[in-house]
């Protein structure tokens, strides 16, 4: 449905987008993941029309955007950072605008019913968008960009300033919209991608860094080196030199006493080397007594900040990262 190749944008010397390329299937959700400024916005634009590439090609139902941009565009529903609302309208007056503005021709009346049913709007439809509040004021902003039934939905950081509460509102309503539409979905929060994604991409510095679902990030070759953590009792110094002595063994970390002569440790290791079983066949040899060991999972989070050098800042409603002490 989707299909991104080579693209790059240039501001003057600043480059924004290099070289990106991806393809997104029917009826799913892509999740697209970077810190600000990373180039989401960017891609979107481009995608949607709205900005062109300096190199690279879009097409949308095997419709390229620059050789035929007025069929590509039937094809998409866009709801921007900053939903295009007419804040002196109703929500029914502004739905029916945008119905002719698109020049739908599906019938009217049971089309807009049915995407005010959709979204979760119709008990407002006759309020003014001035006077609704930030959560409806999305759902209106996602209504729109459903009129026409377009295949396609590019969703630009859609929950961006919502409570708790909305933002589990709007994700639900992403996750359905998955099961009939081809949903792009760019946001700066781990949390929301992970929640509705069927494939991740991240990207950083205007650069593509990884692409895959959820599992493939999580347990693929991203995450970087194994960690074991183990308690054991034992001289501390002797376990430690002992354990970093394990074939495949980056660095052990003694986090202290934590019972009456039994340390913890975690051990990091090489990708794919597992020291567990050599670290039970020597504590067994010692006559180290083990009271417990697990391989620590790693989350996309843990990915994300390998792949780009971020700090992860979250609180109930809203995350950031921050780059370089300075938060984006």
């Known amino acids: ?12 010397e600043n480059m924004a987008l290099s070289h990106v390329s991806f393809s997104a ?20 634009n481009i995608i949607t029309g709205y900005i062109s590439a300096s190199e690279g090609s879009v097409e949308i139902g095997g419709h390229n955007t620059l050789d035929e941009p007025n069929e590509a565009k039937k094809l998409i529903g866009y709801l921007p950072e900053m939903p295009p609302l007419y804040t002196d309208m109703t929500v029914e007056e502004y739905l029916n605008f945008v119905y ?5 021709t599906l019938p009217r009346k049971k089309h ?10 119709t008990n407002v439809s006759g309020r003014l968008i001035a006077n609704l509040s930030k959560g409806y004021r999305q759902r209106v902003g996602i209504a729109q960009a459903l009129i026409g039934n377009p295949p396609v939905l590019i969703l630009d950081e859609p929950t961006v300033g919502l409570d708790p509460k909305q933002i589990i509102d709007v994700r639900n309503l992403i996750k359905g919209l998955g099961k009939n539409h081809t949903v792009i979905l760019s946001s700066h929060i781990l949390p929301e991608v992970q929640a509705v994604a069927d494939r991740i991409i991240i990207i950083n510095k205007g650069s593509l860094v990884a692409n895959g679902t959820p599992y493939e990030l999580e347990h693929g070759e991203h995450k970087g080196e ?5 308690r054991l009792e034992g001289n501390p110094d002797e376990v430690g030199k002992t354990l970093r002595d394990i074939q495949g063994v980056l660095s052990v970390s003694n986090y202290g006493q934590k019972e009456p002569g039994v340390y913890e ?17 020597i504590a067994s040899k010692r006559g180290w007594p083990i009271l417990s ?10 990915v994300f900040l390998r792949l780009t050098g971020s700090t992860y800042i979250s609180d109930n409603a809203d995350a950031s990262y ?7």
């Open 1 to 12: 449905m989707i299909e991104v190749k080579d693209l790059s944008k240039h501001y003057g």
């Open 25 to 44: 299937g029917e009826n799913t959700v892509i999740g697209f993941l970077g810190p600000n400024g990373a180039g989401k916005s960017t891609t979107m």
């Open 100 to 104: 002719e503005l698109k020049k739908v």
């Open 112 to 121: 807009l019913k049915e995407i005010c049913a959709l979204t979760r709007i």
């Open 226 to 230: 194994q960690k074991t953590v183990v």
């Open 265 to 281: 440790y975690e051990i990091d290791s090489r990708t794919g080397a597992d020291p567990r079983r050599s670290v039970f066949g």
């Open 293 to 302: 060991m697990s391989n620590n999972e790693f989350s996309l989070e843990d």
């Open 322 to 328: 921050v780059k370089d002490g300075a938060r984006k």
